[in-house]
C-alpha cells in the first residue's frame, strides 16, 4: 500500500549539530511539505515544494533548509541546530492536480540539549 | 500575511452533545477548506472538506458550513463520542497553489 514514512521517529541531538529528517512517500504526489507543531502554534509551514527541483520558504524556515531531488524524497536538514527547534515535525503530500487535503506522516520528535 | 483563526482553543462537551468550532480566515482568495482531526500521539488526518463553491457539506455525524462572506467556516459535531476527543485544526488554501495555513487547534474533549 502506498504511504507516507518519516525517518527518524524520535532524535536527540546538540545545539550546533547538523540534522536531517527523512520523508519519504509512494503515492507519486507532486507536493510535498515540511511542518512543525508546538504547543499553542497549530501547524507550521517551515517549507514546501510543488515537484522535483522546487522548493519554497514557510512561514518558519530560519535554520531549516530542504531539497527535492526525485518525486518520494523531501528531507529537512537543520544547518545548525537550536534549542528553539525543539519540536514535532510533521511530512506530508498532497497531489498536483488541485487543492487537496494532505496526508501526513507519523512524524519525528526532535530535542536539542 | 494568510492567517486562520480558531476558536475555541479547548472544548467540553457531554457525550451525545454537539460540538461547533469555529474559524475565519483572512484571505478572500481562498477556496479550499479542510478540517483535520489528531488523536493524542498521532499524525493529523483529514475528516472532511468543503470548496468555496459550495455552502454546506456532511459526512455522517460531521458538517462543515462556509460563509464565504463573512469569511467564516465551521466543524459541527452531532452526537459526540468519547472517540471524538481529539485535536481538531481547520485550514485554508488558494487556488493555484497548495500551501495549506493552519489554525491553531481545537482540543475537544467529550465526556462520558
Known amino acids: 500500500d502506498a504511504e507516507i514514512t518519516q525517518s527518524p521517529r524520535h532524535k536527540i541531538t546538540e545545539t550546533g549539530r547538523q540534522v536531517t529528517l527523512a520523508c519519504h512517500q509512494t503515492w507519486n504526489h507532486n507536493n510535498m511539505f515540511w511542518y512543525r507543531q508546538d504547543l499553542g502554534h497549530g501547524l507550521r509551514l517551515i517549507h514546501y515544494s510543488y515537484g522535483v527541483h522546487d522548493t519554497n520558504k514557510g512561514e518558519v524556515s530560519d535554520g531549516y533548509s530542504v531539497s527535492r531531488s526525485n518525486t518520494e524524497d523531501l528531507p529537512l536538514t537543520l544547518e545548525s541546530a537550536a534549542s528553539s527547534q525543539t519540536s514535532v515535525y510533521f511530512c506530508a503530500s498532497s497531489p498536483g492536480s488541485s487543492s487537496t487535503g494532505q496526508f501526513f506522516g507519523p512524524g519525528t520528535r526532535l530535542t536539542v540539549l | 500575511g494568510e492567517n486562520v483563526e480558531q476558536h475555541p482553543s479547548t472544548l467540553s462537551v457531554q457525550e451525545g452533545d454537539s460540538a461547533v468550532i469555529k474559524c475565519t480566515y483572512s484571505d478572500s482568495a481562498s477556496n479550499y477548506f479542510p478540517w483535520y482531526k489528531q488523536e493524542l500521539g498521532k499524525r493529523p488526518q483529514l475528516i472532511i472538506d468543503?470548496?468555496?463553491?459550495?455552502g454546506e457539506k456532511k459526512d455522517q455525524r460531521i458538517a462543515v458550513t462556509l460563509n464565504k462572506t463573512a469569511k467564516h467556516f465551521s466543524l459541527h459535531i452531532t452526537e459526540t463520542q468519547p472517540e471524538d476527543s481529539a485535536v481538531y485544526f481547520c485550514a485554508a488554501s488558494k487556488p493555484g497553489g497548495f500551501k495549506t495555513i493552519f489554525g491553531a487547534g481545537t482540543r475537544l474533549f467529550v465526556k462520558a
Open positions: 468543503i470548496r468555496s463553491n459550495v
